[in-house]
């Protein structure tokens, strides 16, 4: 007589829905940035960055720039290569990874990054800032030459670092700081300056983490307007 076939084994226990994702799936929303000069034809979202800073700072009654003398002064009359005169960064941001070929690359090659956030960062102003596919303008900063006598050596002065509102807070704004630290290393210089509104508690903390040091003693003096104008008879 045959013996009796064993018993099939038992069936695995069905894997109970946790609704995490599986280590093959993507956690969180993934964003890029890159940082990159700027060119002429990003003049348009630099002025409107621009007055959105005044916004910011309360100062609007002294904006007046507008695209035209933004163009003249930073692009068509500045016939200095970057770093030595005017100089912008860009901030860009992306859901999609950035090319590493862009115009201006052999002249600084971009900065780019990729980060990942819990949840995605609402812009409802991405179709005013919008510059390649699916890419937006999310900052800017403007820094130029200036000189130490005490240390013989030149520096960069940022005139002005400005990240818009939905992407504040997230790392972008150190990521432009930076940047341009980092080139005024590489090109040997002695050090990085700006200045910051005293009320801003938030932009202080930051610069300070960041290893700034807070001046205390030293105020800005500024001839401008009528009273810079009143010089141009007394030579």
């Known amino acids: 007589m045959a013996a009796a076939a064993p018993p099939p084994p038992p069936s695995p226990a069905p894997t109970p829905a946790t609704g995490l994702p599986s280590d093959d799936q993507p956690v969180g929303h993934p964003v890029f940035a890159r940082i ?8 348009p979202h630099i002025h409107k960055l621009i007055h959105q800073m005044a916004v910011f700072e309360r100062l609007t009654h002294l904006f007046a720039a507008t695209e035209a003398s933004l ?28 090319s590493l070929s ?6 600084f090659p971009p900065i780019t990054k990729s980060l990942t956030f819990d ?10 800032f919008r510059s390649e596919n699916d890419a937006v303008v999310a900052g800017f900063v403007l820094f130029f030459p200036n000189y130490s006598t005490f240390l013989a050596k030149p ?11 939905c992407y504040r807070r997230k790392g972008f704004g150190k990521m432009l ?8 290393a590489k090109m040997g210089y002695g050090r990085v300056e700006w200045v910051v509104l005293d ?20 105020r ?13 008879d007394r030579t």
Request: aromatic share 12%; with cysteine; glycine share 4%.
């Open 220 to 232: 800005i003096c500024r001839l401008t307007g009528e009273a810079l104008e009143g010089y141009a």
């Open 102 to 107: 862009h115009p201006t690359a052999s002249l």
């Open 177 to 184: 700081l930076s940047a341009v630290a980092a080139q005024a």
């Open 36 to 43: 990159r000069l700027a060119t002429r034809s990003d003049v």
């Open 71 to 98: 163009a003249s002064t930073l692009f068509d009359n500045n016939p200095s290569p970057p770093f030595h005169s005017f100089t912008v960064f860009i901030l860009e941001i992306s859901p999609t990874p950035f």
């Open 155 to 165: 520096g960069l002065y940022i005139e002005d670092l400005f990240v818009r509102e």
């Open 119 to 128: 949840l995605p960062i609402p812009d409802p102003e991405s179709d005013l």
């Open 199 to 218: 009320w801003n508690v938030n932009a202080i903390k930051f610069y300070e983490e960041m290893g700034a040091q807070i001046l205390q003693e030293w």
